[in-house]
C-alpha cells in the first residue's frame, strides 16, 4: 500500500500535476487578497466592506470555497483518468503483475493510493485557500471540515467510475469520457425529475427514478456539505447514499473484471 502510494505520488510530480494544483491555488489565494480593499457603496452612499456583505448575504465567500474545492476535485479526475490505463500497457502490466500480491489487493492498492495521493493535494490547497479567506475576511468555521469530508467523498466515488472504465477500456480517453458521460446522464435525470409531475407515463416515471438512482450523483456531495456548513438542513440524504452504494458496487465489479482479464 505504502509503496503505490509512493508511486502515486511519483507519478503527481513527474506527470506536472502538483504544480498545476499549486499554480491555479495561489492565483485564487492572489485573486482573495486583492477583494481585502474592495468596497461597495450601501444605501445612503455608505460603504460596505466586502467582508460586511459576506455577513449580509449568508457568507457567499463558503459557497465560493465550495466550488472552488469541487473544481480542485474536477482537476483531480482529469488528471487521474489515465493512471489505471496507463499501469495496464503491456511491460508496465507485466512489472505489477509479477509482485507477490493479489490482482483484486493491487487494484484497490492502487485506487486507495491514488485516493489518498490527490486527495492530500486538495486538502492542502483548500486550506491554504480558505486559510486566506479567513485572513482577509474572517469569520472561521469549524463546520468547513464538512466540505473537506464531502469532498474526498466525491472524489473517491469518481474514482470508482474512473477505475471501472479503466478496466474495461484500457484506454485514458474512455476513462475520461465516462466521467463526462456520467456527468451529463446525471443532469438530464436531474432535469427530467424537475418534470416527473407532467409526465403521465408510470413506466417513463419509474424509468427515471430508476435510472437516476443508479447514477452517481457526486455533484450533490457539495450541496449537502454547504447546507451543513450553513446549518441548513438536509431534506434529501438518499442521493449521497445511493452514490456511496452504487460506487462501492463499482469497485467490486472493477476487481471482478480485473482478475478475469488476461494482461
Avoid at 3 to 13: Q, V, Y
Avoid at 54 to 82: D, E, I, K, R, Y
Avoid at 233 to 245: E, G, K, L, R
Wanted: charged share 15%.
Amino acid at each position: 500500500m505504502r509503496g503505490i502510494t509512493r508511486d502515486s505520488f511519483a507519478e503527481m510530480i513527474d506527470r506536472k500535476i502538483i504544480f498545476i494544483f499549486g499554480s491555479i491555488t495561489l492565483l485564487v489565494i492572489i485573486g482573495v487578497l486583492f477583494t481585502s480593499n474592495i468596497s461597495i457603496n450601501g444605501f445612503g452612499g455608505d460603504d460596505m466592506k466586502l467582508d460586511d456583505l459576506n455577513q449580509a448575504l449568508g457568507n457567499p465567500m463558503m459557497v465560493f470555497f465550495s466550488w472552488f474545492m469541487s473544481f480542485l476535485v474536477f482537476l483531480a479526475v482529469m488528471g487521474t483518468a489515465g493512471l489505471l490505463p496507463s499501469m495496464l500497457v503491456k511491460g508496465r502490466a507485466d512489472y505489477y503483475l509479477s509482485k507477490p500480491i493479489s490482482r483484486s489487493s493491487l487494484l484497490l492498492n492502487k485506487l486507495l493510493g491514488v485516493w489518498v495521493s490527490y486527495g492530500s493535494m486538495i486538502v492542502v490547497c483548500g486550506l491554504l485557500t480558505y486559510s486566506a479567506i479567513v485572513l482577509v475576511h474572517g469569520g472561521f468555521q469549524f463546520k468547513v471540515v464538512y466540505i473537506f469530508i464531502f469532498s474526498l467523498l466525491s472524489y473517491f466515488c469518481w474514482l470508482a467510475v474512473l477505475f471501472l472504465a479503466g478496466v474495461v477500456s484500457g484506454s485514458q480517453p474512455v476513462s475520461i469520457m465516462s466521467a463526462f458521460i456520467v456527468w451529463v446522464l446525471y443532469k438530464v435525470l436531474s432535469s427530467a425529475k424537475m418534470v416527473q409531475d407532467i409526465i403521465s407515463s408510470q413506466f417513463v416515471k419509474t424509468s427515471i427514478d430508476v435510472f437516476y438512482y443508479i447514477i452517481p450523483k457526486n455533484s450533490e456531495f457539495f450541496d449537502i456539505s454547504e447546507k451543513l456548513v450553513q446549518g441548513k438542513p438536509v431534506n434529501n440524504w438518499s442521493d449521497f447514499y445511493t452514490t456511496i452504494i452504487v460506487s462501492i458496487i463499482l469497485i467490486f465489479g472493477s476487481v471482478y473484471l480485473f482478475k478475469k482479464k488476461n494482461y
